[in-house]
């Protein structure tokens, strides 16, 4: 299981438990998401660079390629791994009418 393996499986476990304990093989299914979210962040990342063309020195592109890389990883583990927390008490609109 790679890092966002395991940063998945922790948070679910933290913060969604009901829908961490519906899964099977927790083992299978965040390997899975794991290695599905670093072909994301890839391929998202590759595709920015790609638009945006070559930047101007050595340090520049590596700055560049920083940057385009953290924002990829920002959005698809807010998008595939950390997702907002199940609520602990039901709200009002939780409630049956």
Known sequence: MNRYGRQAMQH???HLP???AKIENPQQHFTSLGNQVQDEIENLAANQAAQEGPAGTYLDQVGRLNR?????????LAE???LSPEADDPTPADLPR
């Open 12 to 14: 679910w476990q933290t």
């Open 18 to 20: 009901n829908r961490y």
């Open 68 to 76: 385009i890389q953290a924002q990829a990883e920002e959005q698809i």
């Open 80 to 82: 595939r791994v950390l």
